[in-house]
Each structure stands twice: as C-alpha cells, then as structure tokens.
C-alpha cells in the first residue's frame, strides 16, 4: 500500500535531504566520483520528488470531488508511477487483485 498523505510528505522531505547531502558531496568531491553517480542520483531523487508533490496535488483534486476515486486517489492519478516504478501493480493496488 503506498500510504497516507503524511507518509508522502515524509518521503519529500527524506529525498529533500538527500538531495542536500548529495550537492553538498558532489562539491566536495567535484570530479573524483566516476561514472556521474551523483548526477544520476540528483536527477533520480529530483523526479521522484516532482512526482510526489505531483501526486499530493492530485490526491486533494480527487478528495475535493463529490464522489472519490479511491483508485485515482491512492497512487496520485498515476503521478506515484515514477516512485512505484519497481511496485507490481498488486501492492499499488491491491483491491484490484482480490476479487474473484
């Protein structure tokens, strides 16, 4: 299950950390670490962090609505896709998988 509203703004607020230690390594290190780790790694956390303020947004459209899509609500209208990317699609929605 992909969590409550708290829980993503716990990830954020992990990533943006992350982030953080990171730039703050790669200007240190400018240049000794091979292969383009850290810009790799900014690029992945920058775009699971968009996703998750993406997926926040759409969870408070889809909660103003008169009647809510639980499936819509839970992975953000799709925008947790890019940080479930590794999830089967039982554990993002696993109602969905129980039905006979």
């Known amino acids: 299950m992909i969590g409550t509203n708290h829980d993503l703004k716990s990830m954020r607020e992990a990533i943006d950390s992350e982030i953080l230690r990171l730039t703050a ?3 240190v290190r400018r240049g000794q670490v091979e292969g383009g780790y850290m810009e790799d790694r900014l690029s992945i956390l920058s775009r699971e ?3 998750i303020g993406v997926a926040l947004v759409n969870r408070q459209i889809e909660a103003s609505r008169k009647i809510v899509s ?7 209208n799709g925008a947790l ?8 699609e039982a554990e993002i929605h696993p109602a969905a998988h129980t039905r006979g």
Do not use: N, P, T, Y
């Not at 639980?70 to 953000?76: A, I, M, Q, T, Y």
């Not at 896709?81 to 089967?88: D, N």
């Open 25 to 27: 390594l790669e200007r």
């Open 81 to 88: 896709g890019v940080v479930l990317g590794h999830a089967s």
């Open 49 to 51: 962090r968009r996703a």
């Open 70 to 76: 639980f499936s819509k609500w839970v992975d953000g």
